[in-house]
Nanobody, 124 residues
Framework: QVQLVESGGGLVEAGGSLRLSCAAS????????MAWFRQVPGKEREFVAA????????TYANSVKGRLTISRDNAKNTAYLQMNSLKPEDTAVYYC?????????????????WGQGTQVTVSS
């Protein structure tokens, strides 16, 4: 089993930056695809970004391209989401996810392990 714990969320003004971390335990996740999703009340959880096991390839939702960057440090068993130029519409609970079943995955159903989420609030 893999446990994921997110941290780094908070309140920030529009245009500001945050860095989210996702620490994994239970197993090494170096062979897992990692991703970030986000969810606001009343809406489905949506894909934000994913990164391959060695970090060579990353993909992003169109709404965050050029502003958010996913990365990982397999030596630390941790994934990150650097969030720059934040907008009020980025306000959501951000979830880290991991899967060993797919080398490439952007759908919620493809991920088996989830963190508890961290709140990001961007004020205008």
């Amino acid at each position: 089993q893999v446990q994921l714990v997110e941290s780094g969320g908070g309140l920030v003004e529009a245009g500001g930056s945050l860095r989210l971390s996702c620490a994994a335990s239970g197993r090494t996740v170096s062979s897992y695809t990692m991703a970030w999703f986000r969810q606001v009340p009343g809406k489905e959880r949506e894909f934000v970004a994913a990164i391959t096991m060695r970090g060579g390839i990353a993909t992003y939702a169109n709404s965050v391209k050029g502003r958010l960057t996913i990365s990982r440090d397999n030596a630390k068993n941790t994934a990150y989401l650097q969030m720059n130029s934040l907008k009020p519409e980025d306000t959501a609970v951000y979830y880290c996810a991991a899967t060993a079943r797919f080398a490439w995955a952007t759908s919620r159903q493809q991920y088996d392990y989830w963190g508890q989420g961290t709140q990001v609030t961007v004020s205008s």
